[in-house]
């Protein structure tokens, strides 16, 4: 799976992609912007690919030789919501993989998840159980339902703390006191994750759309400040998100789609 295409030198790109086998790695892919022969539709857009990756390395890149398309999901250009969410996948799966990692649970995720959006379009819902189960699949779920310093029960008084990994019960909150990126926690988006948690299936998840907007938009807020907390750089795409999501605010002729 592409992740992102840089241009090096002149008429080169490095490719960073997601492998099935290797997990994150990057690739020096030779002339590619002077010839698309030899990568035919592999080095932009949404895609899935079987590169054929040379024996010899340059500036610690493996060299890939060419590329064969195996899927793509061109449609997802065509509609701006579903656009800026896979870019934000593959930015936060670019950010929060370490390099080498073969995760094959995680491979078998874009791709459904792509194949979900292409067909239904940008929600919430969906991209929240995304964002959860790429932070479970790199063993940083956050705690939804235990206290992360005294593992106890929460209630509806509860506190979440990104930089702690998930929920503060009420007596801890008392205790380590009010401290910058402690959020509220209340029942309605404890509910709410944890329903996101519990499903099985990216297929399955559309339906808590139907949740309301503020237990929804606070669930966001929570898994992005933890997602903020753990890449090493702002990611570029969620700004993109917001300046969209004020847009769609401010002319709402569509739907927002927080
Ligand atoms: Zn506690």
Redesign the pocket.
Known sequence: MLLRAVPYRDADLILHIFSVEHGRVGLLARGARRSKRRFVGATSGFVLARFTVGSGKSQDLRVAESAEVMQQWEALALDVGAFAHANYVLEMVHELLPEGHPEPALAELLAQYFDELQAHGASSSVLRFVEYSVLDIIGNAPQLDQ?V??A?DIDGNAGFLASRGGA??A??VAIEGPRPGLRRYPMPVQDYLLAIRASDDVTHVRKLDQVADDARLAARDLLVALITHLAPRPLRTLEFIAKMSSALRRNPTTPPKP
Do not use: I
């Open positions: 206290c310093r005294c106890g503060l019960c007596a801890c």
